[in-house]
């Protein structure tokens, strides 16, 4: 599937920097919004094989550069690029297993995970004359982890998204709000217990502001 996507949004890319009378605009944005990402981690050693899911929400600020091709029409195709990793969330818990020598699993562990290298895919679609849009867009990142664990590791994960939202065009200034929905994420561990496993699923609601040149 993520093969036939990518040469999707390669040949519409092409088609939209090769199409005559478009005007080509390079600028950047300030982002900021909020991230959601539900998740559980099953263990499955011996001595644990209990699950755990948590929920978390976090804020970020950021910005990206972009190039985009406009038609007369106002028909837009772009490509954004956030150079800054947006945190997913993070967290940490304790573990005290009292006496039972068993389940030698005491400590603190801690993760986190960010989104790193977001590109975007986009096409803006103007409601006639009056500089308003819909906005659809492809995502491409890359899920990065990093933990301290007592028995396990996690990689790193490519994944796609969905974007939609609504924007204002004025000259070359653009305000436009967005929900963006990441395909399920899914890490196993790379060291100690290879049986741990994590699956998650993250969204996001964004604002952002650019100017084109």
């Known amino acids: 599937m993520k093969k036939y996507i990518n040469v999707f949004v390669a040949t519409l890319f092409l088609t939209a920097f090769t199409t005559a ?12 919004g909020q991230t959601e990402i539900s998740g559980t981690e099953a263990e ?30 106002g028909l837009t195709f772009g490509l954004s690029y956030v150079p800054l990793d947006i945190e997913l969330g993070s967290g940490s818990r304790t573990d005290v297993d009292g006496d039972d020598a068993a389940e030698n699993d005491d400590g603190t562990r801690s993760a986190s995970a960010d989104l790193e290298n977001l590109f975007t895919v986009y096409t803006n679609v103007p409601f006639g004359t009056n500089g308003y849009y819909g906005l659809l867009g492809v995502h491409m990142t890359t899920v990065t982890t990093a933990e301290t664990l007592n028995n396990s590791t ?11 939202g609504l924007g204002f065009r004025s000259g070359n200034f653009k305000t436009e709000v967005s929900y963006s929905d990441f395909e399920d994420i899914s890490l196993s561990s790379g ?16 604002l952002r502001v650019s100017i084109g040149f």
């Open 154 to 164: 996690y990689g790193n994960e490519d994944i796609y998204g969905a974007q939609v």
């Open 21 to 32: 009378k478009s005007e080509i605009s390079v600028g950047f944005g300030l982002i900021g």
């Open 44 to 73: 499955g050693s011996a001595a644990d094989t209990s699950t755990r899911s948590k929920t978390i929400k976090e804020q970020f600020v950021g910005g990206d550069i972009f190039i985009e091709s406009i038609n007369d029409s």
């Open 191 to 206: 060291a100690g217990d290879n049986s741990n496993s994590i699956t998650a699923d993250a969204d996001a609601l964004t």
